[in-house]
């Protein structure tokens, strides 16, 4: 069964750091893409960063790049998302999202990603 679990969300001011971790079940995690995702109130769903997990390789959202970093802990099937310099623009809900078959990343596209965890609110205040 695949399963996602968020956790780390919460309340920061501008300028602050928030870090995110989504678990996953182990066949989940192995050698898989998976990404983080966020829908602001009123927005579309967008693409934030993915990993894949076989081999480490990493894509961002331009709005992220140089503030947010994704990175994974093999032996605890966990996806990390470190949020620096957060701004009120990254005020969102995010999502912990996985491909689900054995895949390297190709996008940040949300029609790529099967499955998708509960998600972790992100309030960012000026």
């Known amino acids: 069964q695949v399963q996602l679990v968020e956790s780390g969300g919460g309340s920061v001011q501008a300028g602050g750091s928030l870090r995110l971790s989504c678990a996953a079940s182990?066949?989940?995690?192995?050698?898989?893409?998976m990404g983080w995702f966020r829908q602001a109130s009123g927005k579309e769903r967008e693409g934030v960063a993915a990993?894949?997990?076989?081999?480490?390789?990493?894509l961002y959202a331009d709005s992220v790049k140089g503030r947010f970093t994704i990175s994974q802990d093999n032996a605890k099937n966990t996806v990390y998302l470190q949020m620096n310099r957060l701004k009120p623009e990254d005020t969102a809900m995010y999502y912990c999202a996985a491909v689900g078959l054995p895949s390297d990343c190709y996008g940040l596209g949300t029609a790529e990603y099967n499955y998708w965890g509960q998600g972790t609110q992100v309030t960012v205040s000026s």
């Open positions: 182990k066949y989940t995690y192995s050698s898989n893409c």
């Open positions: 990993i894949y997990t076989g081999g480490g390789s990493t």
